[in-house]
């Protein structure tokens, strides 16, 4: 249940009507299987099974976006084309040119296609209505765009901005390095980066090892800056802030675990328990990180 990334976006109060009928909306796109000529379909499924497209509990959303992507490598396209282009160069004696090759290229990817594995992957997006925030459980940029395109498609207009904070979280985050103090309701942790704010892009990484002042002090002289800094939250929940404003392994600790598979009596009762935990604790967090970057910035 609990999200592992958190790529953080505000969402403007005027799209609550819009999320009135947002089941209609993604029901335009819902899930199918790639066909046998795709290399991937992406539509909305199901976040918990035997309920819609949307999770709904205590004006809190859940979504999840499945992709379906072939596994052909592009070596094995390449290695049936090169067999493919030798059995028509002995053909026509003289080897393919280039844009043969490429035609030979497609014909074998058709070829191969319907023959592929698929492999799911599912993004899962939190809508907090109550404090809006958006927020996309992903690693990479890549798979955030995705799902920021599909709601785009769902729902115009698409009032979803970025979060922008008044401190960069890489000054902020080497202040608190150099200080040897984090901000109030967060403590230091052992993982963190350093990196050259020059072209050479020199970096120094500690993993589960504390860095020392004078160390950071160093460095910071040297000309880096924090870019990635592991810290945990009232105690609660650790995880690893970026540059970016990314926030990355996100991992609740025992004090939010103790009693939780105890306090339902079913599955769908423990989802529901698991999703306004999570949900609170996250809004917390995202708040009091916010707050920590010196507040909200408005749009530039």
């Known amino acids: 249940m609990w999200f592992k990334n958190l790529k953080i976006f505000r969402l403007h109060p005027s799209w609550a009507d819009s999320l009135e009928n947002l089941e209609t909306f993604l029901e335009k796109s819902g899930f199918q299987p790639s066909g046998k000529q795709e290399m991937q379909s992406l539509g909305w499924v199901t976040p918990h099974e035997g309920g819609g497209l949307v999770y709904s509990s205590n004006n809190q959303y859940l979504l999840t976006l499945r992709a379906d992507k072939k596994l052909l490598p592009a070596t094995v396209i390449n290695q049936v084309a090169r067999a493919r282009a030798l059995d028509i160069e002995e053909q026509q004696g003289y080897k393919p040119g280039r844009k043969q090759m490429k035609e030979i290229k497609e014909q074998v990817t058709d070829e191969l296609?319907?023959?592929?594995?698929?492999?799911?992957?599912?993004?899962?997006?939190?809508?907090?209505?109550?404090?809006?925030?958006?927020?996309?459980?992903?690693?990479?940029?890549?798979?955030?765009?995705?799902?920021?395109?599909?709601?785009?498609?769902?729902?115009?207009?698409?009032?979803?901005?970025?979060?922008?904070?008044?401190?960069?979280?890489?000054?902020?985050?080497?202040?608190?390095?150099?200080?040897?103090?984090?901000?109030?309701?967060?403590?230091?942790?052992?993982?963190?980066?350093?990196?050259?704010?020059?072209?050479?892009?020199?970096?120094?990484?500690?993993?589960?090892?504390?860095?020392?002042?004078?160390?950071?002090?160093?460095?910071?002289?040297?000309?880096?800056?924090?870019?990635?800094?592991?810290?945990?939250?009232?105690?609660?929940?650790s995880f690893v802030l970026t540059e970016g404003f990314d926030v990355k392994r996100v991992t609740p600790l025992d004090v939010l675990r103790e009693g939780q598979e105890y306090a339902a009596h079913n599955e769908a009762e423990q989802f529901d328990t698991d999703m306004a935990l999570m949900t609170g604790e996250l809004a917390r967090l995202i708040d009091d990180l916010v707050d920590s970057l010196g507040g909200e910035k408005k749009s530039p």
Not at 121 to 144: F, Q
Request: charged share 25%.
């Open 113 to 237: 296609l319907p023959r592929a594995f698929s492999v799911y992957r599912d993004t899962r997006i939190w809508i907090d209505r109550t404090n809006h925030w958006l927020v996309v459980d992903a690693a990479t940029s890549a798979k955030c765009d995705e799902v920021l395109g599909m709601l785009a498609k769902a729902i115009e207009p698409f009032p979803v901005t970025p979060l922008y904070v008044e401190q960069s979280p890489a000054s902020a985050m080497t202040n608190w390095l150099v200080s040897d103090e984090a901000p109030p309701g967060f403590t230091i942790d052992q993982d963190t980066e350093l990196r050259s704010t020059s072209d050479s892009g020199a970096a120094v990484r500690y993993v589960r090892q504390s860095i020392e002042i004078d160390d950071v002090r160093k460095h910071v002289q040297a000309g880096k800056q924090c870019t990635r800094l592991a810290l945990t939250w009232a105690d609660r929940i």
